[in-house]
């Protein structure tokens, strides 16, 4: 198994443009989930889905657009992007909804927005 | 909702020695609990969690966490600290929902 994969590792982008961010997992979870992650702030949670259809926003959704429409992949959009979202892009799924199983996360997206 | 504070954002120990870091958490319901550990860029890797049973967990690579509710802690030690422990540790907090909450994170560096 692959596990959690998200592309691309690194990504520069310029004020005002827009791209998406790939993830993917391959363990037929049914929960995923996208992070960011800013110095001192641990981890904040952008938008998750708890199956194929269903998505819900998160603490700071503002800026992101999500869509899922399989099981395996979860990518999120920046719309317009913004110096405020450099950051470092988290993915995760977990099996199932309850809250005793862990989530596993991808190797995370390094985006800066200049 | 749910929240964790994480007390100490950088702690530092010689190699050998005990390592402790602490994890607090508000829950209106019994939690679940988590350690993850992020080496430098990379993403979160479980170290070990808590659901039910035995209070006293253990995970990889040595650390293990005892879940106190009297307190609303579940710190994590280790014994021995290695130099290939430094890392970010992150404590987060489930409950019945479908999200984590994570604290904010300690910065572990070992000294040789």
């Known amino acids: 198994n692959a596990g959690v994969t998200q592309t691309p590792k690194f990504q520069v982008l310029k004020t005002g443009q827009s791209m998406t961010l790939q993830c993917a997992q391959d363990?037929?979870?049914?929960?995923m989930s996208w992070y960011r992650q800013d110095p001192g702030m641990g981890l904040r949670l952008i938008h998750y889905?708890?199956?194929?259809?269903?998505?819900d926003q998160g603490e700071v959704p503002n800026g992101y657009n999500v869509s899922r429409s399989t099981t395996e992949d979860f990518p999120l959009r920046l719309l317009s992007a913004a110096p405020s979202q450099t950051s470092v892009y988290f993915c995760?799924?977990?099996?199932?909804?309850?809250?005793?199983?862990?989530?596993?996360f991808g190797p995370g997206t390094r985006l800066t927005v200049l | 909702a749910q929240s964790v504070t994480q007390l100490g954002s950088h702690v530092s120990v010689s190699e050998g020695a005990l390592v402790l870091l602490r994890c607090n958490y508000s829950?209106?319901?019994?939690?679940?609990l988590f350690w993850y550990v992020q080496y430098p860029n990379q993403g979160l890797q479980l170290l070990l969690k808590?659901?039910?049973?035995?209070?006293l967990v253990k995970g990889i690579n040595g650390f293990e966490a005892e879940f106190k509710k009297s307190e609303t802690s579940f710190h994590l030690t280790k014994p021995s600290a290695h130099m290939s422990d430094a890392a970010e540790y992150f404590c987060?907090?489930?409950?019945?929902?479908?999200?984590?909450?994570f604290g904010t994170g300690t910065s572990l560096t070992v000294i040789p």
């Open positions: 829950s209106s319901v019994p939690p679940y």
């Open positions: 363990m037929n979870h049914e929960y």
């Open positions: 995760a799924s977990r099996y199932g909804q309850g809250g005793y199983n862990e989530q596993f």
């Open positions: 808590y659901t039910t049973g035995a209070t």
């Open positions: 889905s708890v199956g194929a259809g269903i998505t």
């Open positions: 987060a907090v489930s409950d019945y929902g479908n999200q984590f909450y």
